[in-house]
């Protein structure tokens, strides 16, 4: 007689348990992509009365140009600086097969765009959202009034980490994304939700 195979074998158990977790990391990453286009979609429009305008970094390409997704950032920078001129901080540490410092391609298109190199300041150490944030809150004078220019899907997790740094008033200027890469850019954002949280409460 064929014998009986345990319930409580440890194979089972490790396949119940594998399943379980793997259930529960997809409602939780469900549960962060409802989160943040919550946020994303409720975000109240800027007032401009920001006293400085933070712009954080994406991908420079080989040649020394942005990426269309940083370009699209420095584009609506631009448009909020000229509606009223103020303190520009470009944010971006070099990356892999990047020329130079994000930051550096920032200031350059910057100025190439007439914007006073006076203006304009350098953070050209950070290398994820939380530094850029933090770097550039220290270079202003406490109590300062900011605007931070961000992907749209990428702002909500922007502001508030701005918030957890102690800044009183901040206002949030989207930039477009391209259609093609609307669900990889929100699936990683979601992700990084989850980081946030597990940063924040572990």
């Known amino acids: 007689m064929a014998r009986r195979r345990s319930f409580f074998s440890p194979k089972r158990i490790l396949f119940k348990l594998f399943s379980w977790l793997l259930l529960l990391f997809f ?14 979609l409720t975000l109240p429009a800027p007032k401009g009365e920001a006293e400085a305008i933070i712009v954080l970094g994406a991908q420079v390409k080989e040649d020394g140009t942005p ?13 909020a600086y000229r509606q009223k001129p103020r303190t520009l901080i470009v944010c971006g540490a070099q990356g892999n097969k990047e020329p130079e410092p994000e930051a550096h391609t ?15 300041l350098v953070d050209d150490k950070s ?3 939380r530094e850029s944030i933090d770097n550039a809150i220290a270079m ?14 990428h702002l909500p997790r922007a502001i508030r980490l701005a918030e957890d740094a102690g800044v009183k008033y901040i206002e949030g200027i989207p930039s477009p994304i391209k259609s093609e890469f609307w669900l990889k850019n929100h699936a990683r954002e979601a992700l990084a939700w989850g980081k946030y949280f597990l940063y924040k409460f572990l």
């Open 140 to 153: 202003l004078p406490e109590g300062t009034k900011i605007a931070i220019v961000t992907s749209d899907y």
């Open 27 to 40: 409602l939780a990453f469900i549960a962060m992509f409802a989160y943040q286009l919550f946020l994303e």
């Open 127 to 129: 290398r994820n959202t």
């Open 67 to 79: 990426s269309v997704q940083l370009e699209l950032r420095l584009q609506k920078a631009l448009e």
């Open 106 to 120: 920032m200031q350059k298109w910057f100025i190439a765009q007439g914007v006073n190199k006076e203006h304009i």
